[in-house]
């Protein structure tokens, strides 16, 4: 598989969705020598390229590229450490769930039943500063428990086996918050 092609692929989408503002949002997959390939610190995602990503070591170093790694690169890291089964990360900041970011609960349980199934409860994520450790820290502890994780008045944090699942949990974490957002404008009289 070329992680380099499908890393690209999925930030040029991540951007075209809107999921991701300016230069913010970062993308890596685990590779099969244990080092991990990530996206570029300051680069728009749609305009990621496939030699302007970086690879470092399970330690934070940079290995190879011609940029600095994703300031978010703690959080990456420290997923891979704690959940095995995962092989890539998606961090972005999609509009209807970095909204309920702001007043969610400490855990919420999707009401769509594919939701369900797919993903189970979302982890909340209290907040601390982007790209500091103290937060690559809170999500290092709610990793194991959860699928999916939203981070206090920032965004998300999806992951799974292949940057397909990984962004799949994107979608579908923000297609439930989108929806529970909506059927406010459904008012019926009974
Ligand atoms: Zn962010």
Redesign the pocket.
Known sequence: MDYRKEIVKYAKLMCEKGYSVAT??NLSVLMDDGNILITPSGFRKGEVTEDSLVVISKNGEKIEGKYEPSM?KWMHIFIYEVREDVKAIV?A?PPYATAFSLQMPREYEPVLPEIKMFIGKFGFVAFKE?GTLELANLVKEKAPNYNVLILQK??IVTYGKSLFDAFNNLERLEFEIKIRALKNLFKFQH
């Open positions: 913010d949002g978010e961090h900041h982007p920032h965004g």
